[in-house]
């Protein structure tokens, strides 16, 4: 058995936790092009001074992620390069609209064609375009809906997704 001493300035084990809750959103957000997600975790970071905690976080992360990937000489490398090719603002995440093809997405889902969807998730680097694209094409599309097939679209996601809710009428009964 372990046994570990806290010192006075460390956080305490529950406060890691947190902490690492939120280096792994910004890491989520940033990895997925995500910058309202970003820049939101970002505004919560600032607002309540956690921006050490986080940071020291995310550095240990990116620590075990080189120390898994490369030999000691390599890493050490790969990181002098990554420093050399730093821009100077760093302020926003990498974002690519052209990759966003909500329009094939919708054509491989309408053919089942599942390997598709998945790897064209997979392929592009920023989701919030992809995602928006498809919002878009659904509310397109909502006004050719019949009278009421909306709200039963809506009812059934709320079953699936928000568990047991009053049983709301189907649009269609009694016509």
């Not at 921006?51 to 995310?58: G, H």
């Not at 080189?66 to 302020?91: H, I, Q």
């Not at 974002?95 to 064609?113: K, N, P, S, Y």
Request: some cysteine.
């Amino acid at each position: 058995m372990v046994v570990t001493e806290e010192l006075a300035d460390e956080l305490p084990a529950e406060a890691v936790e947190e902490a690492k809750a939120r280096a792994a959103t910004l890491l989520l957000a940033f990895r997925h092009g995500n910058q309202l997600a970003y820049d939101d975790a970002l505004d919560r970071l600032f607002a309540e001074q956690a921006e050490r905690e986080v940071t020291t976080l995310l550095v240990w992360i990116a620590a075990e992620a080189v120390r898994k990937a490369y030999a000691p000489e390599v890493g050490d490398r790969v990181l002098r390069g990554l420093a050399r090719r730093a821009p100077a603002d760093t302020s926003s995440v990498a974002i690519d609209e052209q990759t966003a093809d909500a329009a094939r997405l919708l054509e491989a889902v309408e053919a089942g064609e599942v390997a598709v969807v998945r790897s064209m998730v997979a392929a592009t680097a920023d989701t919030t375009f992809l995602l928006g694209g498809l919002l878009q094409a659904v509310a397109m599309m909502l006004p050719l809906l019949p009278e009421g097939e909306a709200r039963e679209v809506v009812a059934e996601l709320r079953r699936r997704h928000c568990g047991p809710a009053p049983e709301i009428p189907e649009a269609r009964a009694g016509a």
